[in-house]
């Protein structure tokens, strides 16, 4: 049997490109940092796993998917390998995903992003734009 669940966060927005042909399909790839259980000196404490998601899958990671979200995978290890430019044999290992699942709520993954704080003035009052037309609720 060849089922992988992991949990963990993006590294960074999902790359979504579609495939050629009558039937174009979302082909979306990530890297998901999971941490390890146990942590020793030296080493890193997270494993970055490349993980690629086809058709409707890969169109959710578009939609849905950011750089520091916390999500849940079910999938399957796919490996291969091809040459490169210098003809050395290059072996890969994918997770092929088959299901996501959101493992915070989008607040939550929100709060842990950095924020800019908003522009004021000497009096340390929020700016407000000068192009806003009626749009204030007071005289």
């Not at 520091?68 to 997770?95: C, F, L, M, W």
């Amino acid at each position: 049997m060849n089922r992988v669940i992991l949990m963990g966060r993006l590294t960074k927005d999902p790359d979504v490109r579609y495939s050629q042909g009558n039937n174009t399909m979302a082909v979306a790839r990530y890297t998901l940092a999971v941490e390890r259980k146990f942590k020793r000196d030296g080493e890193p404490n997270a494993d970055f796993i490349n993980c690629i998601a086809f058709g409707k899958n890969g169109e959710f990671a578009e939609k849905y998917l950011r750089k520091g979200i916390k999500i849940a995978i079910e999938g399957r290890i796919q490996t291969g390998s091809y040459t490169n430019r210098d003809g050395q044999k290059v072996y890969t290992t994918d997770i092929v995903v088959e299901s996501h699942e959101f493992c915070e709520s989008k607040n939550a993954s929100q709060s842990e992003r950095p924020q800019t704080a908003p522009q004021t003035d000497s009096d340390g009052f929020m700016a407000i734009p000068t192009d806003i037309e009626d749009g204030l609720p007071f005289n």
